[in-house]
């Protein structure tokens, strides 16, 4: 079983910077993409950046040039950096993840709990 665990989420104020980590455990043989989405209330999840294996990413439009997102595969680990942030950006952050769990298995995407980051005054 595997399981991701998000960490680092709170109150920043306007301006201010955050960072978000998520490590996944349990049974990994290989992890395709790690990253990020979030969810506003009254809003549709959306993609905040992924890492694909070879440490390249891609990012929502929205945070471009804000965020920087980055993995460490020897910790399994995906983190997000968030600067300049603005209230718009208060959201629950969820880490997900594309694991294969056994030799020729199928890739499964995971998701974390979440972790609320809240950009306010």
Known sequence: ???????GGGLVQP??????????SGRIINIAIMGWFREAPGKQRELVAVVYK???AKYGDSVKGRFTSSRD???????????N?????????????QIRSDFGGAWV??????TQVTVSS
């Open 1 to 7: 079983q595997v399981q991701l665990v998000e960490s």
């Open 15 to 24: 301006g201010g910077s955050l960072s978000l980590s998520c490590a996944a």
């Open 54 to 56: 070879d440490g390249s």
């Open 73 to 83: 595969d020897a910790k399994n680990t995906v983190y997000l950096q968030m600067n």
């Open 85 to 97: 942030l603005g209230p718009e950006d208060t959201a629950v952050y969820y880490c997900h993840s």
């Open 109 to 114: 995407t995971h998701w974390g709990q979440g």
